[in-house]
């Protein structure tokens, strides 16, 4: 189990045997089958990772003190490691040369500049959804203007929760809310209201993020731009929690 965590073969045998009790080297020995040759070594590894602890007794035993924050620990290490290696994944393919159907093509970052660009942008990040979305909309949002574009949305966002996504939105005070929405299961496609004037921002599954450029008219389109970064998702998530926490019901 804890080669997974980046343990080797006899550092995941002799903290498998330790982190249910406290063990002298010769009881390590017997119970994990470790060469005498290699436990001093494997144990030293484990102690000076702050895995397991010695006690000061002789015989000495060997132990792990937490083992619910050592495995906590373990997991945290993962996590980071695995999001080093996807951001450098990422800049790899970047890097790659394109086929030429594929040339504009960037499955990480997007700026749209015009409405149909807007669409799209949109559109993926419903299609894309597989556990949550969360919305603010700000005052600027317009729902009965552009309501072609709007319903190929909304009808998205039914999608979406049928797909068992789903969506919590805070809305402007001031901002109407769409029929098509307010026709959702409450338990599905959860509102709140503020009385801030908040950026447009869509965060998708904690990893995908679209936030929009908007302006009172809303044929003046500023942009749209798309990015899929989890280190910039969880900022951001931790606004909208604030700002959800604080909004009305």
């Known amino acids: 189990m ?49 895995i397991i602890s010695e006690s000061g007794t002789r015989p000495k035993k060997f ?43 960037n499955y990480f970052f997007k700026i749209g500049v015009v409405p149909s660009e807007n669409m799209e942008i949109q559109l ?11 919305q603010i909309l700000n005052s600027k949002h317009k729902p009965d203007m552009n309501r072609q574009h709007k319903d190929v949305w909304e009808e998205s966002i039914k999608k979406a929760i049928g797909r068992g996504v789903k969506f919590r ?29 908040l950026y447009r921002l869509d965060i998708v599954d904690d990893k995908k993020i679209m936030i929009k450029i908007v302006y009172d008219d809303p044929l003046l389109f500023g942009g749209i731009i798309f990015v899929e970064n989890e280190k910039l998702a969880k900022n951001l998530k931790a606004i909208f929690e604030d700002v959800w926490k604080n909004s009305e019901k």
């Open 169 to 197: 939105a805070i809305y402007h005070k001031n901002t109407l809310i769409p029929p098509n929405i307010i026709k959702l299961p409450k338990d599905r496609f959860e509102i709140r209201r503020t009385s801030n004037d």
């Open 124 to 134: 993926k990040m419903f299609n894309d959804a597989k556990e949550e979305v969360c």
């Open 2 to 50: 804890f080669r997974e965590f980046g343990l080797n073969y006899y550092e995941n045998k002799a903290l498998g045997a330790i982190i249910r009790e406290r063990l002298t080297v010769k009881e390590i020995i017997r119970k994990t089958g470790i060469p005498p040759g290699k436990v001093y070594s494997v144990l030293k590894s484990l102690s000076e990772r702050g």
């Open 63 to 105: 132990y792990v003190d937490n083992p619910v924050k050592m495995m906590v620990e373990l997991i945290e290490q993962k996590q980071t490691k695995n999001d080093e290696a996807i951001s450098k994944a990422r800049l790899m393919i970047s890097a790659l040369p394109r086929n030429r159907n594929d040339s504009n093509q």
